[in-house]
Nanobody, 115 residues
Framework: QVQLVESGGGLVQAGGSLRLSCAASGSGFRINFMEWYREAPGKQREWVAQITTGGSTYYADSVRGRFTISRDNGKNTVYLQMNSLKPEDTAVYYC?????????WGQGTQVTVSS
């Protein structure tokens, strides 16, 4: 069993920054592969960013150059640094991982960007 807990969301003005955290716990589980998704009101959940076991990172076109995904193995935590935020970044942000053929999601953290 794996638990993922996101934090760091909030209200920020356009152009501002936030850093989201996804803390993982569970017997024997160590973060390697992790993704961030987001779901805006009335829209489908969309993929935002990924960090692989080897540390490679990938981003959706809409956030590339503004968002950075990183991992702290010692804290078993993944981060999403979000800079130059835009109102269209407003959404609930979720982290997701796979472990032993199952996928796990966090509960989500709300990010609201005002114009």
């Amino acid at each position: 069993q794996v638990q993922l807990v996101e934090s760091g969301g909030g209200l920020v003005q356009a152009g501002g920054s936030l850093r989201l955290s996804c803390a993982a716990s569970g017997s024997g589980f160590r973060i390697n592969f992790m993704e961030w998704y987001r779901e805006a009101p009335g829209k489908q959940r969309e993929w935002v960013a990924q960090i692989t076991t080897g540390g490679s990172t990938y981003y959706a076109d809409s956030v590339r150059g503004r968002f950075t995904i990183s991992r702290d193995n010692g804290k078993n935590t993944v981060y999403l640094q979000m800079n130059s935020l835009k109102p269209e970044d407003t959404a609930v942000y979720y982290c997701r991982t796979n472990y032993r053929t199952l996928q796990y999601w966090g509960q989500g953290t709300q990010v609201t960007v005002s114009s």
